[in-house]
């Protein structure tokens, strides 16, 4: 059974510090994975979406990275605003599990001004 | 367009009833999801539609839980007989035709929180 953990639980940073995400999976059959904000109360705000053939995906401040022969994927944050401040959730997509997402646990991120 | 739409927003309810969960999927898209987070987690799959048909129902955790979507457009989850360990955050989700071997994005609601008293 695919397991998706995410550390830490929570994060807090003063504004402008770079933030680290990282996630872990057991099963390397992956489709993709991907990195989703959730905001108090809101539904999930896709990120990025990275292949398995796929290394890395850029958007403005945000990189993520996937290794998937070791079960990892780190989402980089450049520059943290205050705006950043949210639960950041991966989630895995297995080639055998249908088209069902399979999400870790998240990280509470707050970003002090 | 309007995203995915989901009511109520918060249910309040008291073990042992019954309650109903709506889900407005975007326009067209053919495949639902429902999911479940409860406090501190990430969500959890509970079923998926292809159309009107339960594609996958792997997820429902008994027979208390339920759900349809008759037209193929709405869709409403059931649960009978609550307990307080249904108190989570059920999260609909909605994407256009899954193909084999394909991957098309979901797109989430902003979810219902149940409470069971």
């Known amino acids: 059974k695919q397991e998706v953990t995410q550390i830490p639980a929570a994060l807090s940073v003063p504004e402008g510090e770079n933030l680290v995400l990282n996630c872990s999976f057991t099963d390397s059959a992956i489709y993709n994975l991907q990195w989703f904000r959730q905001d108090p109360g809101k539904g999930l705000t896709s990120l990025l979406l990275?292949?398995?053939?796929?290394r890395e995906q850029t958007s403005g401040r945000l990189n993520a990275s996937l290794d998937k022969s070791s079960g990892r994927s780190t989402l980089y944050i450049a520059a943290s605003q205050p705006g950043d401040s949210a639960t950041y959730l991966c989630?895995?997509?297995?080639?055998?599990?249908?088209?069902?997402?399979?999400f870790g646990g998240g990280t509470r991120v707050l970003v002090k001004p | 367009g309007a995203g995915v739409s989901q009511t109520p927003s918060n249910k309040v309810t008291e073990k042992g009833k019954y309650v109903e969960l709506r889900c407005d999927p975007i326009?067209?898209?053919?495949?639902l999801y429902w999911y479940r987070q409860s406090l501190g987690q990430g969500p959890e799959f509970l079923i998926y539609?292809?159309?009107?048909?339960?594609?996958?129902d792997s997820g429902l955790p008994n027979d208390r839980f339920f759900a349809v979507r008759p037209e193929g457009s709405v869709s409403t989850l059931k649960i009978q007989r609550t307990e307080r360990g249904d108190s989570a955050v059920y999260l609909c989700?909605?994407?256009?035709?899954?193909?084999?071997?394909?991957?098309?994005?979901?797109?989430f609601g902003p979810g219902t929180r149940l409470t069971v008293l």
């Open positions: 990275i292949q398995s053939s796929q």
């Open positions: 326009s067209g898209h053919t495949a």
């Open positions: 989700a909605s994407s256009l035709r899954v193909v084999r071997g394909s991957y098309n994005e979901q797109f």
């Open positions: 539609f292809q159309g009107t048909g339960a594609a996958d």
């Open positions: 989630a895995v997509l297995i080639k055998a599990a249908g088209n069902k997402l399979t």
